[in-house]
Each structure stands twice: as structure tokens, then as C-alpha cells.
């Protein structure tokens, strides 16, 4: 059974840094792209980065590029979204995502709050 299990969100203020994990479990974690996606309220999810399965290519919204990093550990089936320099827009629910042969699986999110 395929799990995705995200920690590290909380509340920071602008400026700071947070680092997001997504440990994953059930499938070939290293056989697979994995993803970021976030949702502010009220708004649709979107695609914060991604990386393929040996992070040889990595891509990222506009809206993030040169203040987030994503990486990954295929020995530890871990996923990371290193976050710096945070803006209040974004703040929002962070995902972990990934899509195997047969369907689509998403974490439960962990929230993130840039405020002051």
C-alpha cells in the first residue's frame, strides 16, 4: 500500500526558511518522479517543483525558482522541499505526489504559514 507522509510546515516569518520532508513507502520510490504541489485557500492546487527519479532534472513553478530547492534521498524513499526567503503568498497546504503505472497518489499535506 502506497504511502506519503509530509512533515516540516509551520508558521515562519517572511524571510525564513522551512524544509519539507515526504517520506514515501509501497512503491519503487526510486523508479519514480516525484512532486510538490501546494494549495492556498480558495485557490486551485498548483505544481511547486519536481525532480525525476534519480534528480537529474528538476523543474519549478516561476513563482519559486531561486528560492526553493527540491531533493531527494532514494535510500531513505524521502523527498525534500528546501523553502527560503518565504513570502506571504506561499502560504498554503504543501502535497506530495506521485504518479505510478497504475494511478496517482497524493500525501495529506502539511500546512505552511508565512506571516508575521
Known amino acids: 500500500q502506497v504511502h506519503l507522509v509530509e512533515s516540516g510546515g509551520g508558521l515562519v516569518q517572511p524571510g525564513g526558511s522551512l524544509r519539507l520532508s515526504c517520506a514515501a513507502s509501497?512503491?519503487?520510490?526510486?523508479?519514480?518522479?516525484m512532486s510538490w504541489y501546494r494549495q492556498a485557500l480558495g485557490k486551485e492546487r498548483e505544481l511547486v517543483a519536481s525532480i525525476t527519479f534519480n534528480g537529474g532534472s528538476r523543474n519549478y513553478a516561476d513563482s519559486v525558482k531561486g528560492r526553493f530547492t527540491i531533493s531527494r534521498d532514494n535510500v531513505k524513499n524521502t523527498v525534500y522541499l528546501q523553502m527560503n526567503s518565504l513570502k506571504p503568498e506561499d502560504t498554503a497546504v504543501y502535497y506530495c505526489k506521485v504518479d505510478t503505472r497504475t494511478r496517482t497518489y497524493w500525501g495529506q499535506g502539511t500546512q505552511v504559514t508565512v506571516s508575521s
Open positions: 509501497g512503491f519503487a520510490f526510486s523508479s519514480y518522479t
